[in-house]
Antibody, heavy 119, light 107 residues
Framework: EVQLVESGGGLVQPGGSLRLSCAASGFSVGANYMTWVRQAPGKGLEWVSIIYAGGATYYADSLKGRFTISRDNSNNTLYLQMNSLRGEDTAVYYC?????????????WGQGTTVTVSS | EIVLTQSPDFQSVTPKEKVTITCRASQSVHTALHWYQQKADQSPKLLIRHASQSISGVPSRFSGSGSGTDFSLTINNLEAEDAATYYCHQTSSFPLTFGGGTKLEIK
């Protein structure tokens, strides 16, 4: 079964760091484009970052320099390292697989992990 | 950044009705526009890719159309299980962006 399971969320103080994980099963993270999308409480969806199969990465402009997307092909896991966290980073973070490389639709989503930034 | 404007923000409909949700892009996204359904406390689910391509496992009452800057998602013969928030999403250029969402209530 194709599945994504996120973990690593929690409560962190402003200025702190957190690393989210997204374990994949049924397909290879390294052979696919993978993304992170977040959703603040009661708000809509916001794209965070993407990593290509070849390793290239892109980020939302507001997050550049603070967040880093990466993957471990041997563990078939995607990561999101989040530094210098702010209150506005409070959200549910979803990982998703890009279904078609031509169109970048997201065809498989995890259940999400909640990050709360508060003192 | 390409801004996607959805309308309406909210709609209350009765079962068996037909509903159309529109998504307008601030510049052309060609057909790199997708639709997602998000039910309460669940992850988003891909409904339509590439403006009008159906997705395996998604009921045929969901359809999409459009190109350039104007797109629509149509749901025929609404069912109670269609209560959800619907988002359009453009992948024509970075940063990838989502519409603000349309919340559909089934009476």
């Amino acid at each position: 079964e194709v599945q994504l399971v996120e973990s690593g969320g929690g409560l962190v103080q402003p200025g702190g760091s957190l690393r989210l994980s997204c374990a994949a099963s049924g397909f290879s993270v390294g052979a696919n484009y993978m993304t992170w999308v977040r959703q603040a409480p009661g708000k809509g969806l916001e794209w965070v970052s993407i990593i290509y199969a070849g390793g290239a990465t892109y980020y939302a402009d507001s997050l550049k320099g603070r967040f880093t997307i990466s993957r471990d092909n041997s563990n078939n896991t995607l990561y999101l390292q989040m530094n210098s966290l702010r209150g506005e980073d409070t959200a549910v973070y979803y990982c998703a697989r890009v279904g078609t490389w031509e169109y970048y639709d997201m065809d498989v989503w995890g259940q999400g992990t909640t990050v709360t930034v508060s003192s | 950044e390409i801004v996607l404007t959805q309308s309406p923000d909210f709609q209350s409909v009765t079962p068996k009705e037909k509903v159309t949700i529109t998504c307008r892009a601030s510049q052309s996204v060609h057909t790199a526009l997708h639709w997602y359904q998000q039910k309460a406390d669940q992850s988003p689910k891909l409904l339509i890719r590439h403006a009008s391509q159906s997705i395996s496992g998604v009921p045929s009452r969901f359809s999409g159309s459009g190109s350039g800057t104007d797109f629509s998602l149509t749901i025929n013969n609404l069912e109670a299980e269609d209560a959800a928030t619907y988002y359009c999403h453009q992948t024509s250029s970075f940063p990838l962006t989502f519409g603000g969402g349309t919340k559909l209530e089934i009476k």
